[in-house]
């Protein structure tokens, strides 16, 4: 009889809690720097791989229109956590102390910034820039950054002629402009997907010419650095779906297709392999796992870009970057 009775009470047990409803996830409003393309496709994987989601995490996540806008989506609250340029957090941080957006992992080790020439021009290296006429975007980043890229190759003169995203590369083609500035990743792709071939594009990415600068990471609200659980369950799950994506590059790429069916996969895949080469797979990503950064280099960063768009004061490296959300180097090495 009280066995009976005991397993009913462990049976009622069972059921009340079989039908009380599941821990809710913590909604997470992400916005990337751009549209759906390979080099953001980790995100996409450990959205559709329900990395977040097995993290408590119910993941949106939505184009951008530049680093520059994703940043203002962060500060204005529309979005609690982003995907941006950290030079683009440094110029808002310093003009706005006591709210600073804080990049919490580091994606892009080598920023991505350049500029290009055409061989048939005539110029061969940043001497032969002088002056020339620059095509760019106002707000493109490669071009804000020029004037630190010309100071520190005694470039003195150039002229610019601004120009929408659309008509950057083709305007080089034509020969109305001698250079363009973009990402590496963009404009060489574009460049080629105009009939150029990589041996005639005259590259010049500022990494190699003495700007030793950071690109992309993830950023996040004053409000969000709060909620330390959230931050590191969304980094971990991020990091997840990086690692699949360096594992098998055509998976990140599949991804991104299933968000933008119009994108071409094979020049997404290549896009891809380049910022994975040049921009992430460097030597001290190789040797310390994603995400994190070189202090005194990030110092160096962060008073170069501050002087290059004329802060009047440039922010403390604590206000632009921290390492308080990252999980252990063993859990953030990649496949070499």
């Known amino acids: 009889m009280y066995r009976g009775l005991k397993a009913l009470g462990l049976a009622a047990v069972g059921a009340l809690l079989a039908a009380l409803p599941a821990a809710a996830e913590t909604p997470v409003r ?6 759906f393309q390979g080099p953001t496709s980790p995100f996409l994987v450990a959205l559709e791989k329900g990395y977040y989601k097995a993290a408590g995490l119910d993941v949106t996540m939505d184009p951008g229109q530049g680093s520059a806008g994703t940043v203002q989506r962060i500060a204005t609250g529309a979005y609690q956590i982003g995907f941006a340029d950290v030079n683009a ?11 600073e957006i804080l990049c919490v992992f580091m994606a892009y080790d080598f920023a991505p910034f350049g500029v290009y020439a055409l061989k048939k021009s005539g110029i061969k290296g940043p001497k032969d820039l002088e002056g020339k006429k620059l095509g760019a975007p106002v707000f493109d980043a490669s071009f804000r950054l020029f004037p630190a890229f010309a100071k520190k190759n005694g470039i003195t003169k150039w002229e610019h002629v601004n120009l ?12 109305t402009v001698d250079f363009i500035s973009g990402h590496y990743f963009s404009s060489m792709l574009d460049l080629k997907a105009r009939g150029v071939k990589f041996d005639d594009i005259v590259a010049m990415r500022y990494v190699d010419y003495g700007l030793d600068l950071y690109g992309n990471g993830i950023v996040i609200s004053p409000d969000m650095a709060k909620d330390e659980k959230t931050v590191k369950a969304f980094i971990a799950a991020t990091i997840k779906g990086w690692k699949d994506v360096i594992k098998d590059n055509k998976l990140g790429v599949a991804a991104a297709k299933k968000r933008d069916p119009l994108i071409d996969e094979a020049l997404e895949l290549e896009r891809l392999q380049i910022s994975l080469q040049t921009n992430v797979l460097t030597p001290y990503v190789k040797a310390n796992g994603m995400g994190d950064v070189d202090p005194e280099r990030l110092a160096r ?12 004061q440039a922010p403390a490296p604590d206000k632009v970057f921290t390492d308080k959300y990252l999980p252990p180097k063993a859990d953030r090495m990649v496949a070499q």
């Open 30 to 35: 992400f916005t990337l720097d751009w549209v």
């Open 89 to 99: 957090t440094i110029e808002y941080n310093a003009k706005n102390p006591g709210k």
């Open 164 to 175: 929408t995203p659309q008509l950057r590369e083709q305007s080089l083609v034509q020969g």
């Open 301 to 312: 960063s962060v008073k170069l870009v501050s002087e290059a768009f004329g802060l009047p």
